[in-house]
């Protein structure tokens, strides 16, 4: 299992927003959603996708997707505009949660059941160094990047990882620690 | 210098869509462009963009696109879509330009202007491996793949790497095409 934290200071807790970047960037949630759950043609069935909104008018709200669960969604950003303002309006979707915890609420839940925390910054140890164990857990900060106190509780559970010196969009970040575990699954073999 | 080809084989190639899946996905498109051009809060200035689009009523297409000369756009599907409307409707965007080329001129032009020309496949050359020069110019194929006879054209001219075992959505191969550069352009600092 393999999970990724979009921290989204902004994105919009109500289905009423007038586009994907007005809801606080929606867009930027949108990108990172499929590059973490997404393949060619299939899901990733071990990875599982959070974000917690931190937009109006209802923060926080933490939406939790499982690549094995989700159904009845393309890649397309049209199509998960569809399903945040559904969720976002109190209904549900196949392999979506929805629920009010916190981004320390979440971080410390997932310690607690095992997982192994990671934040990226330019200055953490190379990701091709590091331990990431079988439960890696990644926290991503949108384009706007982690608020310092939440970082800082974050890093009383894991260690902060580097993908070298580019600062990347959110959604490569995601992109490229999947493709490193994957490589990282094939040596294992 | 690094370039991007997508071959898109239905693409539209009008701009009366009704929307991104349905204009013969270039919601595909769309996503490989980002990956392409864009980084955290900046572009790729040492990036360019193409796409042939093979898709009604007027293929072949080919837009190209300068990261270091594109204005006006945000990584958003809609603002896409924007530009994708104005340029096949006959309008000019910054750092876009739009020709009749087909795939075949495209690469054998790219080729004689010194480019180093790579496909991807599962079987190619590791990617860690390889020697990419300093002008790849990579093809990537859209959810459909390659036309074989075009794949067998590419490679009278360049050769064909492989991301490992996993089949990767087209705009996460230019992602990790990147990463990987940037890898290789920072271990020669």
């Not at 994907?20 to 990875?47: E, P, T, Y």
């Not at 209802?58 to 939790?64: F, L």
């Not at 559970?157 to 490569?172: D, I, M, N, V, W």
Request: glycine share 8%; hydrophobic share 40%; with cysteine.
């Amino acid at each position: 299992m393999r999970e990724f934290l979009l921290y989204s200071r902004v994105g919009a807790t109500s289905p009423s927003f007038r586009n994907m970047i007005d809801a606080g960037r929606l867009d930027i949630v949108h990108q990172c959603a499929v590059m973490a759950l997404f393949k060619s043609q299939a899901h990733r069935n071990d990875a599982k996708f959070h974000v917690i909104l931190n937009g109006p008018p209802n923060p926080p709200v933490h939406i939790e997707i499982e690549g094995n669960e989700l159904r009845d969604i393309r890649i397309d950003e049209r199509s998960w505009e569809g399903v945040f303002r559904k969720v976002l309006g109190g209904k549900s979707h196949p392999g979506v949660t929805v629920s009010k915890e916190s981004f320390q609420t979440v971080v410390k839940d997932a310690n607690e059941a095992g997982a192994n925390i990671f934040t990226l910054n330019k200055s953490g140890k190379k990701i091709s160094t590091a331990e990431l164990g079988d439960r890696p857990f990644f926290i991503i900060g949108d384009h706007v990047g982690l608020p310092k106190k939440d970082e800082v509780f974050a890093l009383r559970y894991g260690e902060t990882l580097s993908l070298g010196r580019q600062k990347y969009l959110a959604a490569s970040c995601i992109d490229i620690l999947n493709y490193s575990l994957d490589g990282l699954e094939a040596g294992h073999d």
